[in-house]
């Protein structure tokens, strides 16, 4: 009876948020589809025919899977931080409070909402890129779980920074100065083997990188990192952000006098 | 049976310090209409905050029909509706998907839920409305959705804080009329508000808190029975050049056409109005001066607060 009620709570706020981004696509959709069209024309095809070969691939083709990952962080993040912090700001989030719904059931409710936005996205810019690069997939288990755990991470994240924001400038802080950085210092634009040795080094420690690089390999099957690796960080990141944001829900951060 | 709402030494301490609750206690009878009431900042919302787990307590028990808030969460929480005093739903949904929504919160399946949803949509004149977005509505409206959504999973028991805090005096009368049903349907209801008219007219039990207690606790009948004294407001055939001094009665000016006067539980008005006649005073028409419960209300608060 409880597991019944749980899912049909959980499909409640899947349902709910998922509604939310789609009501708003131009908002939430379409704009990642122009900016990314921006960085094929210009970065892509304009400089990159200059550039030349990266890895072994034609610039284009190599900053596609960077491109589609960055879409996927930012909105996925984005998705969940805007909707959390607007249910605390409108106090409608005291509707699943009064409720019998475990904390954890919010967290994962909130998290499949960006997760959603964030495939969305990802696949619209995925479209978007077929008119520059033609679509190449080495691995399609690879890709999907990168990107579904790439997206769960940064939902998570973006929850976190939801749940502790005062105020609207809050929720535009960590993207614009933490997230947006380690996103572009990432690889999406370049190998870091291309970096001199200290750099490649500290590029180790943006745990983007990582993503990028594994979504990479499950696209064009080449990576600057152990894909291992790769899905361990992903997964510590994930366990980490999750006991974290349930131990702000259950102590009622944010939330709760 | 168990009470529909306990509280037991219920304390709340805010992080700035302020006290907010100082240890009440509080039993609600099942299908009881009860009316809690205090003036502003006496922790009437904080009272119904910790009930609906919105504030956290700092010490004490509530129970909701014998399910402990702490042990039994979810069984306590199924058991509760709450419509609070701030509108607090997402402007930019549609009506319908905000109670449908609250019902699956509650894991009542979507088919199951959009049913209800029409139901109380419809009982509470807001069917039409249902596409519309929120945000839309009038404030009367506003508080109505608030309504439907708190009722969609059928609580128990139905916590209603200023349901009626700006609405016209016809929608008023019309959801007065829909609380009074639902009572009577068995399900009990607690409410805040500031016209205590409507505290008189709807409840059977009051408590009143100030200043974090709970200073009265009694049936509507047996606080009222406590008015000693009530006004009389007179209206005036034709204007009087001085006080008259009356007999058996208290009587104050007002102004050249209107008295005041006071008359005890255990006077009769027909002595008021002979004694005013010997004074040669017609009276055209009369009136209380002010709500009963108001009053009292006014004198229990006077009481309880260091002069």
Known sequence: MSLRRNLIALQTIVIKEVLRFSRIWLQTVFPPMITTALYFIIFGGLIGARIGEMDGLRYMDFIVPGLIMMAIITNSYANVVSSFYGSKFQHHIEEMMVAPIPNYLIILGFVAGGVARGLTVGVAVTIVSLFFSPFSMHSLGVTLSVVVLTSTLFALAGLINGIFAKSFDDISIIPTFVLTPLTYLGGVFYSISLLPEFWQGMSHLNPILYMVNAFRYGLLGVTDINLWLSYAIILGFIAALFTFSLYLLNKGHGIRN | ?307
């Open chain 2, 1 to 307: 049976m168990p009470k529909a709402l306990s509280l037991r030494n219920v304390t709340k301490v805010y992080r700035n310090g302020f006290e907010a609750l100082k240890g009440i206690d509080l039993d609600v009878e099942p299908g009881d209409f009860f009316a809690l009431l205090g003036p502003n900042g006496a922790g009437k919302s904080t009272t119904i905050g910790i009930v609906a787990s919105l504030i956290n307590k700092t010490g004490g028990s509530v129970s909701i029909f014998g399910h402990d808030l702490d042990r039994e969460k979810d069984a306590a929480k199924a058991c509760l509706g709450l419509v609070p005093q701030e509108v607090n739903f997402n402007g930019f949904e549609p009506v319908v998907e905000i109670v449908v929504n609250q019902a699956g919160y509650y894991g009542i399946p979507r088919r199951q839920a959009f049913e209800r949803a029409e139901h109380y949509l419809r009982e509470l004149g807001l069917w039409e409305k249902r596409r519309d977005m929120a945000r839309t509505l009038s404030g009367g409206m506003k508080r109505r959705l608030m309504i439907a959504r708190a009722l969609v999973h059928e609580p128990r028991l139905l916590i209603l804080d200023e349901p009626t805090a700006g609405v016209d005096i016809e929608i008023r009368r019309s959801m007065w009329a829909f609380l009074r049903r639902i009572n009577a349907e068995g399900r009990t209801i607690i409410l805040t508000t500031h016209y205590l008219e409507e505290a008189e007219s709807l409840c059977r039990n009051i408590a009143i808190i100030d200043q974090g207690e709970i200073i009265e606790n009694t049936s509507m009948k047996r606080l009222l029975g406590k008015l000693n004294v009530e006004t009389l407001v007179l209206d005036l055939a034709k204007p009087l050049a001085h006080l008259p001094t009356l007999p058996n009665h208290t009587v104050r000016w007002v102004d050249e056409l209107t008295l005041e006067a006071d008359i005890r539980k255990e006077d009769s008005v027909n002595q008021l109005f002979t004694d005013l006649a010997t004074a040669d005073v017609q009276v055209l028409s009369l009136r209380n001066k002010s709500n009963r419960l108001e009053q009292l209300f006014m004198n229990l608060v006077r009481e309880n607060r260091p002069s």
